[in-house]
């Protein structure tokens, strides 16, 4: 075998092996990098919300973890606190959705959008949110702001909207 046969045959086995190889190296490492993005995703997300839940436990009068209805009235000062947190709220869920959401994600995809259908349907429970989502979701995105009404009156109707 001559020199140029040589190198003639290691193209071969490069273009034989050597690309399908690069290909799949390539396509795992997107892959994990996706995955990571996503990951570091959820975190930021999840710290927001934590930070949103900080937030109420320092305005605990507000009285917006009870799951029943409100024990007290709440003056002009208090409502106006609580409207703010919401608008926190829709906000944070905004953007959840717009970065999650997708019509068909992947298995991972899904298990995070979950979450945060979860977290919007319990807030979405509580009458006094129900009743300020109309001003709450002025201006949002419209496809959010439908998949939010849609399912506010699914719970509303006591049905839970599958996501």
């Given amino acids: 075998m001559t020199s140029l046969e040589t190198w003639e045959f290691l193209s071969y086995v490069v273009t034989v092996i050597g690309l399908p190889f690069a ?57 106006e606190r609580r409207y703010a947190l919401f608008g926190i709220l829709i906000a944070l869920f905004e953007q959840a959705y717009l970065m999650v959401y997708e019509e068909d994600m992947p ?38 702001a439908a998949y939010l009404r849609r399912l506010a009156a699914e719970v509303e109707q006591g049905q839970r909207m599958a996501t």
Avoid: H
């Avoid at 994990?32 to 996503?38: G, I, N, S, V």
């Avoid at 259908?117 to 995105?141: K, N, Q, T, V």
């Fill in 23 to 79: 290909i799949v190296v390539f396509w795992v490492e997107q892959r994990k990098e996706r995955e990571a993005e996503d990951e570091e995703l959820q975190a930021r997300l999840n710290q927001a919300y934590t930070d949103f839940l900080k937030l109420v436990l320092d305005n605990a009068d507000l009285q917006m973890l009870r799951r029943g209805p409100m024990t007290t009235q709440l003056s002009p000062e208090q409502e």
């Fill in 107 to 144: 298995r991972q995809r899904q298990r995070m959008w979950q979450v945060w259908a979860d977290y919007m349907e319990e807030w979405c429970r509580r009458e006094d949110f129900r009743a300020l989502l109309p001003e709450l979701l002025r201006g949002e995105d419209p496809e959010f």
